[in-house]
């Protein structure tokens, strides 16, 4: 797992949030209670929302964060808002032939209170060994780069703001 921080420009970040804001009361969402595979929601009662970016954010967002991906022919690109009670039960990210998966953190602030915590464990570990463990952090990319299983934790309900990434898969 590689995890970089400050990994967008001030303008792309200020941009996507833009963006992201007006998508807001737009017909744009998917849920993942009707399009995630079953075993990515166990344990969860929340729903997370996804809408594909706009393709000018795309091509920027790709310009800045491919010198720290690994090889890939094309990157697929998605808004996630992880409502409450939502998250996202263990999985890898090496299903439908993805080479590997990242997330973007945009929210400015966010406090472990909140859940949301992006949980996995090493490879080669099991799940009773040590896990580590990432707060979100504003405009902080993590790459999983080794098919490392990780998870997301339930999103508590009593949160000042919804939990928002971007979500990116390279095939």
Same mark, same amino acid.
């Given at each position: 797992?590689?995890?970089?921080?400050?990994?967008?420009?001030?303008?792309?970040?200020?941009?996507?949030?833009?963006?992201?804001?007006?998508?807001?009361?737009?017909?744009?969402?998917? @849920?993942?209670? +009707?399009?995630?595979? !079953?075993? /990515?929601?166990?344990?969860?009662?929340?729903?997370?929302?996804? #809408?594909? &970016? %706009?393709?000018?954010?795309?091509?920027?967002?790709?310009?800045?964060? @491919?010198?720290? +991906?690994?090889?890939? !022919?094309? /990157?697929?690109?998605?808004?996630?808002?992880?409502?409450?009670? #939502?998250? &996202? %039960?263990?999985?890898?990210?090496?299903?439908?032939?993805?080479?590997?998966?990242?997330?973007?953190?945009?929210?400015?602030?966010?406090?472990?209170?909140?859940?949301?915590?992006?949980?996995?464990?090493?490879?080669?570990?099991?799940?009773?060994?040590?896990?580590?463990?990432?707060?979100?952090?504003?405009?902080?990319?993590?790459?999983?780069?080794?098919?490392?299983?990780?998870?997301?934790?339930?999103?508590?309900?009593?949160?000042?703001?919804?939990?928002?990434?971007?979500?990116?898969?390279?095939?």
């Amino acid at each position: 797992m590689k995890i970089i921080k400050n990994v967008l420009s001030e303008d792309l970040y200020n941009d996507i949030i833009s963006e992201l804001k007006s998508f807001v009361h737009k017909q744009v969402w998917a @849920s993942s209670i +009707l399009n995630w595979d !079953d075993d /990515l929601k166990v344990g969860l009662h929340g729903s997370c929302l996804s #809408s594909v &970016i %706009s393709h000018e954010i795309k091509e920027r967002l790709e310009k800045e964060i @491919s010198p720290h +991906l690994p090889e890939y !022919d094309e /990157l697929m690109c998605q808004y996630y808002v992880w409502q409450q009670l #939502s998250g &996202i %039960s263990w999985h890898d990210d090496t299903d439908n032939c993805k080479k590997f998966g990242a997330t973007i953190y945009l929210n400015q602030e966010w406090h472990p209170n909140y859940g949301g915590l992006f949980i996995w464990f090493n490879k080669g570990s099991n799940v009773d060994d040590v896990h580590n463990v990432i707060c979100p952090s504003k405009n902080t990319m993590i790459v999983n780069d080794s098919g490392e299983y990780h998870m997301v934790t339930p999103v508590n309900t009593d949160i000042p703001d919804l939990r928002c990434t971007i979500q990116i898969w390279a095939r």
